[in-house]
């Protein structure tokens, strides 16, 4: 049971550049969502799926898409990358009991 | 407009004491509040959850307090010890939005460091 894993640990892009985090969990979940932490501004949240079949922006989507494959996997996707998308990204999953597990995060330098 | 506040500056304490962390929200009716903690160049790990209907909640050496009035969290390290040491999130949740969602909404987190 490995939890909520993310790809990749670490990338640097150059402004303009597209890439795709990938996040899966094995836990049979419903809900799954992306935040990025920056320094001194916590947790926000991009976008979340309270179900496959289902996306909805949170705090802060623009510059991000989302597809929520099936059950197990949630990709999120920066079609252009600008530096202001340098952060820290978290995929996380809940279950019933409203407890969210975090993966290890994808550290992301847009130069 | 909605706020929460842990507060940014580091929190020192001696090993063997309690630590105290404190959660504050503005424009927010929480359904229920939740902590987590985060070790660095890691993501977090939920702790404890507390509903709105709900004073105290314990598990182990934590406790947390939740007082809608003052509108206010308080979560309680006892007998600290030096891997205590992390950062120390909170989070509200508002209740479902519509199709039932839940939409977490994060403080900025407070340091705690235990010294042996």
């Given amino acids: 049971n490995a939890g909520v894993t993310q790809t990749p640990k670490f990338q640097v892009l150059k402004t303009g550049q597209s890439m795709t985090l990938q996040c899966a969990q094995d836990m049979n979940h419903n809900s799954m969502y992306w935040y990025r932490q920056d320094p001194g501004m916590g947790l926000r949240l991009i976008y979340y799926s309270a179900s496959e079949g289902t996306t909805d922006k949170g705090e802060v989507p623009n510059g991000y898409n989302v597809s929520r494959l099936n059950k197990r996997e949630f990709s999120l996707r920066l079609e252009s990358a600008a530096p202001s998308q340098t952060s820290v990204y978290f995929c996380a999953s809940r279950d019933p009991y409203n407890e969210q597990f975090f993966g290890p995060g994808t550290r992301l330098t847009v130069l | ?116």
């Fill in chain 2, 1 to 116: 407009s909605q706020k929460i506040e842990q507060n940014s500056e580091a929190l020192n304490i001696q090993e063997g004491k309690t630590a105290t962390l404190t959660c504050n929200y503005t424009n927010y009716s929480p359904a229920y509040l939740q902590w987590y903690r985060q070790d660095p160049g890691r993501g977090p790990v939920f702790l404890l959850l507390i509903r709105e209907n709900e004073k105290e909640k314990r598990k182990e050496r934590l406790k947390v307090t939740f007082d809608t009035t003052l509108k206010q969290s308080l979560f309680h390290i006892t007998a600290s010890q030096p891997a205590d040491s992390a950062t120390y999130l909170c989070a509200l949740v508002v209740g479902h939005a519509s199709g039932g969602s839940y939409i977490p909404t994060f403080g900025r987190g407070t340091s705690l460091i235990v010294h042996p």
